[in-house]
Nanobody
């Protein structure tokens, strides 16, 4: 069992920056893949970024590439998402998730999410 708790969301103007954190507790494994997703009102959940628990192999959605950075913090046991040059279309609930490995067909555990609102 893995528990995920997101934090760091907020309201800010376009062009600003925000850092989200996902606190991870429970059983973990070096094979785990951590992901950030987002869901805007009336839209489907979409992939934002992922990283291996060991910190390598990062992937990004085209819409955030060059603006967002996903990272692992071993000391704090978190997965962070640094978001720069935010746009109104980045407004969404951001969720952290974990899947058992690169070969897992789906993400197995999810957090509750944190709201990010970007005004124009």
């Amino acid at each position: 069992q893995v528990q995920l708790v997101e934090s760091g969301g907020g309201l800010l103007q376009a062009g600003g920056s925000l850092r989200l954190s996902c606190a991870v507790s429970g059983r973990t494994s070096s094979s785990y893949v951590m992901g950030w997703f987002r869901q805007a009102p009336g839209k489907e959940r979409e992939f934002v970024a992922s990283i291996r628990w060991t910190g390598g192999s990062t992937y990004y959605a085209d819409s955030v590439k060059g603006r967002f950075t996903i990272s692992r913090d071993n000391a704090r046991n978190t997965v962070d998402l640094q978001m720069n040059s935010l746009k109104p279309e980045d407004t969404a609930v951001y969720l952290c998730a974990v899947r058992y490995s690169d070969y897992s067909p789906r993400y197995n555990y999810w957090g509750q999410g944190t709201q990010v609102t970007v005004s124009s």
